[in-house]
């Protein structure tokens, strides 16, 4: 008896050691309850909940939810939310109380969050966030996220850590930036009306592995007007694998 109580011990954590990683995409939808005719405020998202291998679909799915709350909120800072539920709520709370202090006034709120698994590999796993947040004003704010993990972990690495040389790699990419964007080699990198910190060009904060190559994408207002819009550069592997820490 003793020996097949050991042998079925041994085959269930054998079967949860070779469980992988695995992510299911899950939906929340929130709407306003107060009266509209068009443009009814709304949030919707979509985003991938990582699962089966529990520290580390834990690691990974806390950063990710911590990155929506950065996104989605209006006022000072990010609201108290626990979940998506109470994320998607507290956002539509926000309109529905603006809209009973100004109710003559017309606030077309949106918040539109779509997730996406884009590149694994035994080192790294790459989601990507892209979200649309309108709260009024001229015109609402669209970008792109980049977050990277250690697969094996679920742990954020950050772009620094992807670099053997990341201060060679910038003055790599600076070059290939000014050739795709026309900017001369002789002239400050600001001078065709791009928007870089201190007249320096700086890699962006978001940098994406793709299935092509390595992908330097600036949001709007990072290195140029909300008018020029993104601004991005496709480096292929052959040319970054020689400053990559992680492939």
Request: aromatic letters at 14%; hydrophobic letters at 35%; a positive charge.
């Amino acid at each position: 008896m003793k020996n097949i109580i050991l042998f079925s011990l041994l085959l269930f954590s054998m079967a949860r050691c070779s469980k992988e990683l695995v992510f299911e995409d899950q939906s929340f939808l929130k709407k306003t309850s107060l009266p509209c005719k068009e443009n009814c405020p709304q949030i919707s998202i979509k985003i991938p909940i990582a699962k089966d291998v529990p520290d580390v679909a834990d690691n990974i799915n806390k950063k990710v939810f911590s990155v929506l709350k950065e996104i989605v909120y209006f006022g000072e800072k990010p609201y108290a939310a626990n979940n998506y539920n109470d994320l998607s709520r507290s956002f539509i709370d926000s309109y529905e109380k603006l809209q009973k202090e100004f109710p003559k006034d017309s606030f077309g709120w949106e918040a539109k969050i779509e997730g996406s698994v884009k590149y694994v590999s035994d080192s790294i796993l790459n989601i990507e966030i892209k979200h649309y947040t309108y709260t009024g004003g001229a015109h609402g704010y669209q970008g792109l996220r980049s977050l990277l993990f250690d697969p094996a972990t679920g742990k954020t690495i950050s772009n620094s850590q992807l670099f053997k040389d990341q201060n060679g790699f910038k003055a790599f990419a600076e070059n290939k930036f000014r050739i795709k964007y026309k900017i001369p080699n002789d002239k400050n990198i600001n001078s065709t009306g791009y928007l870089f910190e201190n007249n320096v060009f700086h890699l962006p904060l978001n940098i994406f592995y793709t299935d092509r190559g390595l992908l330097l994408y600036y949001n709007s207002y990072e290195a140029a007007s909300f008018a020029d819009g993104p601004k991005e550069l496709l480096i292929s592997y052959k040319e970054a694998n020689p400053y990559l820490v992680l492939k």
